[in-house]
């Protein structure tokens, strides 16, 4: 496959970025999109020029590191994460657009790297429980309901990549930040903290600047895990009967 | 079992809570435009009485102004009626602008490739739909409240000042605009509301939560347009 990749760079945060056009000749419609990328950056750093910086650690698709909008897409046409779309997803002599998460709160570091460390201070301020710890309990200690488990593993498999706000046209948090309640909610040990992990989680999540939901969904269509609209739902009626406790 | 030793940031009030986070400011948007949406309904139907003549739209118009006398007096039911519309709307005006505020503050870079559009027309519209329709009331106040935008203003003669509005093509056009708008935002705002207040408990709810605010808005959208098509077809003059 040859396939032009109009690459968004940037030096540094505080510099300015502008799209740039490579042209690839042997693209294996079997790579991997990062792959793909990894090519590139090998003949840049030949031709003695800087390589594309792109965020990627498990490259399976369970860490949630790897972030590109991909022709105006979180994670590219197909609902999965960019580690594991593949280019047989394009066609031969495609012009593909790659730019970074784009968020008030997702300031990019270099190229379409971001710094995502408002999603880790949005779960410091909740997204656990405080449990002594210790060995770990008999599995049948707490019984939990199989719904419930459900609800809570389903949740659970937020991996934290961020695209629910990166295709926002709010800059919402809230389809991050009602998975990562949700998942502790559901469950019987999660219960004495429900309140104030929803008070808590929802004022960080506002003190970093992300904007308001607007139901219009757009999270739930570039979720590589599914996350559903439902947790959306479920932090609102929580949240608003916490406030109505204090 | 855990216990909560965490120390809240600050302790605010139920009130506090709601009014400083976004959530709240929405649920906010979405109790005062169902209280709207409420008044709309009755506020249509209320005008379907035109269809019955000029004696029975006059009366009923006179009667709004006697609901809860002995107790309250005369028009007092109206004021108050205004009172809470007013205050429902300044609620939700005021939480729609700060709202839009932040969520544009929010993201100040746009895509170059540009994004595709998920949301339907009237999820995309609630903005600047919003903003229209407050035009709208604003002059649909003037025209048949006050009657300073009225062709032929008469106090004690609602019937007539409906009748002399919708001889006015660009009236027509005004209302009929106006009114699909409000259409609009209803079809989006029913449903929205209901999973800002978390109403949908399971998933298989939505079908009936979207078709219910959808006949709404129709039914709201198409009782009031029946008075200027009634005015301009000659069924009422
Ligand atoms: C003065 C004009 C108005 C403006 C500027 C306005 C603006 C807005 C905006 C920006 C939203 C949020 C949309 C979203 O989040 O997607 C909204 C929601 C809503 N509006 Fe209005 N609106 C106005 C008048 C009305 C009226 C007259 C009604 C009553 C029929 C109404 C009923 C609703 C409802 C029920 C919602 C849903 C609330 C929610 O999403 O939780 N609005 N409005
Ligand atoms: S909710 Fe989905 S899109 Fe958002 S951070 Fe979690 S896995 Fe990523
Ligand atoms: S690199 Fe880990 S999810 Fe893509």
């Known amino acids: ?246 | 079992m855990a216990i909560d030793i965490r120390v809240r940031p600050a302790e605010l009030t139920a009130v506090q809570t709601v009014w400083r986070s976004t959530i709240g400011k929405k649920a906010v948007m979405a109790v005062t435009g169902l209280l709207m949406v409420a008044f709309l309904l009755a506020h249509m139907l209320g005008n379907l009485k035109i269809f019955f003549g000029p004696h029975d739209f006059d009366g009923y118009a006179a009667w709004l102004r006697t609901i809860g006398e002995p107790v309250l007096h005369g028009a007092w039911f109206l004021w108050i009626l205004r009172a809470v519309l007013l205050v429902a709307l300044v609620a939700h005006v005021t939480c729609a602008v700060q709202l839009s505020r932040r969520d544009r503050a929010a993201r100040p870079t746009r895509y170059a490739h540009g994004q595709r559009a998920r949301a339907s027309f009237a999820t995309r519209t609630m903005r600047w739909g919003g903003v229209a329709l407050g035009l709208f009331l604003i002059w649909h106040i003037l025209d048949l409240t006050v009657g300073v935008a009225n062709p032929d203003f008469d106090k004690n003669g609602p019937y007539h000042n409906v009748v002399a509005d919708f001889q006015v093509w660009w009236i027509n056009l005004i209302y009929v605009v106006g009114v699909l708008m409000v259409g609009l935002h209803v079809n989006h705002g029913f449903w929205s509301a209901a999973q800002t207040l978390g109403l949908r408990r399971r998933r298989g709810r939505d079908l009936t939560l979207r078709v219910v605010g959808s006949a709404l808005a129709a039914a709201i959208t198409l009782g009031f347009l029946a008075v200027p098509i009634g005015v301009m077809t000659g069924l009422v003059r």
């Open chain 1, 1 to 246: 496959m040859k396939i032009t990749v109009r690459i968004w760079r940037q030096a540094g945060p505080q510099e300015q970025g502008a799209l740039v056009a490579y042209d690839l000749d042997e693209v294996s419609p079997d790579m991997s999109f990062l792959e793909m990328l990894d090519v590139l950056n090998e003949r840049l750093i030949l031709g003695g020029q800087e390589p594309v910086a792109f965020d990627h650690d498990c490259r399976e698709g369970i860490c949630g590191a790897c972030s590109t909008v991909i022709n105006g897409r979180p994670h590219g046409p197909e609902q999965t994460t960019t580690c594991q779309l593949h280019m047989r997803s394009f066609s031969d002599g495609d012009v593909i657009d790659v730019e970074p998460w784009r968020s008030r709160a997702f300031p990019v570091i270099k190229d379409l790297v971001v710094d995502r460390a408002a999603l880790d201070r949005i779960v410091q301020a909740g997204g656990y429980i405080t449990a002594p710890t210790g060995t770990a309990p008999d599995a049948h200690a707490t019984p939990v309901p199989k719904p419930a488990a459900d609800t809570a593993f389903e949740n659970a498999t937020c991996i934290g990549c961020g695209a629910c706000v990166a295709a926002c046209p709010n800059g919402s948090a809230m389809l991050f930040t009602s998975a990562k309640a949700a998942h502790l909610n559901a469950l019987p040990q999660g219960q004495p903290e429900r309140e104030s992990r929803v008070l808590n989680m929802v004022a960080a999540m506002d003190a970093e600047g992300f904007g308001g939901c607007t139901n219009t969904g757009e999270c739930v269509g570039s979720c590589p895990k599914g996350i559903p609209f439902q947790s959306i739902v479920d932090l609102n009626r929580d949240f608003l009967r916490a406030a109505r406790r204090r």
